[in-house]
């Protein structure tokens, strides 16, 4: 197994960066959702988590205290996404951060979602109702919000999959590229009313999400990164803060690739190294 001991840790919260702000987190229930929902929290945001696990939710809502509550919703029904946005601006009069972050996860559908040739259309659908109609109805339903406040911040999860060609998940893959060109088309036509929309692109980060992954695939991927340790959730939530934050300000438009240097060099490199033409 890759390590996993980070050294030194991962610095705090910045404390009250989002004090009496309210921010909604989509797919918050786990993994790089719900260390978005616990450094929002500790930062002095109320925070929705927002997720199709009611129960999960919940739970994490309990456990954060009163500036935390749950929603259960489904990302691929946008009439659920609206009601989320709407309920979430009638409770608390105002909307300051968007993440939209859920992404579909059932095996039964990855496993379907492979080349053009094999894919079926089914799955195509089901893939871009959740990565990609769901993040654009989040913004849709947020955005009147944000432009009468006059500021807002969206932050979308992408991945590196929407930057480089993979041996599967074409859908995916497919999902996560367009979400890289929302974000841009949503900062253009919404920054100049002080809406910001920007992405994060994570690589491998070890969540629930991920860790049906088989060690030994775990271990390839981790050969290829320029770090010492596979990423952690927090690592992609601190990244999520900070462009959310007023520190971000003149940000916008951009996705923030946070893979541990994965596409940053010769993807030869590891079998170079194999090779010992090229000491590591
Ligand atoms: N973990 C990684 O290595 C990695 C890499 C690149 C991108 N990402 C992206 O990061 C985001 C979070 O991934 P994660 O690894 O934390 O996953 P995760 O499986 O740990 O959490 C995803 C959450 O989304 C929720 N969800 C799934 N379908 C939903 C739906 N239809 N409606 C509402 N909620 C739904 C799940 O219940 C879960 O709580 C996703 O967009 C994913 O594509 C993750």
Redesign the pocket.
Known sequence: MPALVHTPPLPGPHPARFKDQVAIV?????????ATCRRLVAEGANVVI????GE?ANALAAELGPCASAQT????DVASIQTVVLGTVARFGRLDVLHN??????PAVHTRDRNAVDIEFEVWDQVMA??LR?YMAGCKYALPTMIRQGRGAIVN?????GFSGDITRLA?SVS?AAVIGLTRQIATHHGAQGVRCNAV??????????HGAAADVIAVMQRHLLVPEV?L?ED?AALVCFLASAEARYINGQTYIADGGMLAHNPAMADLVDLAVSPR
């Open positions: 989509t797919g918050g229930a786990s993994g790089i959702g719900e927002a997720d199709i696990n999960r919703f489904d990302a691929a972050n859920a992404a579909l996860s059932a959740v990565n769901g999860t992408a991945s590196t999959g995916y996560k692109a994570p690589g491998l980060v070890l969540t629930p999400g991920t990423g959730p992609i």
